[in-house]
């Protein structure tokens, strides 16, 4: 790709848009800008800005693909598979300080938000109404962030992704114009869906500036369940028999053994050294709650569990999950002389079973140390690698390729929320054979002189 430097008369342009102190070329904003939580190896900006308007965006969008420099859009960097790193230079487009709540609609069980607010910090501010935003990825990623990535995590499974939970976004197209897709209405089928086709694109096809997202009450009763099992397949076969009983967990989390240990070590939470299956239920009534945990205490039993714990105490139950949420934080603390690569594929969920059975036999077969742990209720699983030498690493790409192709060939996905990004774009003529010469249609369409955030979906194959 052929994209031109970020000179001084560019500088000025984009001062005249956002203005002197929403601009910079410190190293230290831009060191910050040049990495994600993941594995890839950073790379600089050449500058940061810090737009507060979506008419700014779209005018350094324009400004940007006047001059063929590359946008890379800046969450909060949370990602996994490089997605906000700058490849190309250029600039690195920072929502940081757009992080509003525009208008709640509680009535209509609603709020329209800036991309920059964090999930966390959007829910807490819901909680006084009554109401949250299901999708919960762990981090405090940003809603944006969310939207671009179709993030999903533990409550995907009764409330769904973040596809399944927006219902009208403002984006800034490559060229300046900023137009609005979807609708407040829940029911649409006005022309093509524009609102899905943004949602997921990782900021290749346009920059989001705002989303009305869908919310939920915030259940009356709820309850956290943790069984152990002596084997992997157990804990696994069980996910497969709750969902069959038509339970509806608004959790259902599949935790490996090595995990269990580190989590009951580092947060002390009561697990023991098996694998183990966490579950939350939500409900509006508590004799509906109760019937719903005496199915579960029965499958488990028939599934050979050692051990089933249910509550209802808040505390524990959140004490349960931030320990879940920060298991990455923990593991990285347990492997100080490691670094991590983190994988996510996802299948059907009758799938499920031979797919963890797999990875356990290739890790195994290959003496690999790797960890897993997932949100098994929709049958995604994050396979998590340490490696500090050259050869571990070797052996860890290879392991990540084959698991990837096993995912695959039953039916599922090269990644269920990590997002594409770099590391999975090679998979993408294996998942959607000339389906992806649509995407790249779609791409040069929108985005003629590739400025938004190249490098990324279709980077493997370009390079091939």
Known sequence: MNFNPVTPEILDVLRGIVGDDALSTAASELDL????????????????????TAQQIADILRAANDARIPVTPWGVGTGLEAGSIPLFGGISLSLERMAKIVAIHADDFQVTVQPGIGHKDLNAELARHGLFFPPDPGANASVGGMLANNAAGIRTVKYGASKDNVLQMQV???????????????????????????????????????????????????????AAFPTVSQAVETVVAV???????????????????????????????????????????????EAGLASVREICAEMGALNVRATTDTAERKKLWHARHHSYEIMVRSHPDKQFYIMDVAVPISAYPELIAYVEALTAERSIKAYMIGHAGDGN????????????????????????????????????????????????REEHGEGLDVMRALKQTLDPNGILNPGKIFVAEESD
């Open 33 to 52: 800008h040049a990495r994600d939580q993941s594995h890839y190896a950073p790379h600089r900006a050449e500058v940061v800005v810090f737009p507060t």
């Open 172 to 226: 800034a197209l490559a060229d300046g114009r900023l137009i609005r897709v979807g609708s407040r209405s829940v029911k649409q089928s006005a022309g093509y869906d524009l609102l899905h086709l943004f949602v997921g694109s990782e900021g290749t096809l346009g920059v989001i500036t705002e989303a009305t997202l869908k919310l939920v009450p915030v259940p009356a009763h709820i309850s956290a369940v943790v």
């Open 243 to 289: 969902r069959g009983a038509g339970l509806d967990p608004a959790a259902l989390e599949f935790v490996d053994a090595a995990h269990a240990v580190m989590l009951s070590q580092s947060d002390g939470v009561e697990l023991s050294a098996h694998p183990h299956v966490f579950m939350e239920f939500h409900a509006a009534h508590n004799a509906t709650l």
């Open 381 to 428: 699983i994050h396979v998590e690698f340490p490696y500090a030498t050259d050869a571990e690493d070797a052996k860890m790409k290879q392991a990540n390729h084959d698991i990837v192709l096993k995912a695959l060939a039953l039916g599922g996905t090269c990644t269920g929320e990590h997002g594409v990004g770099v590391g999975k774009a090679r998979y993408l």
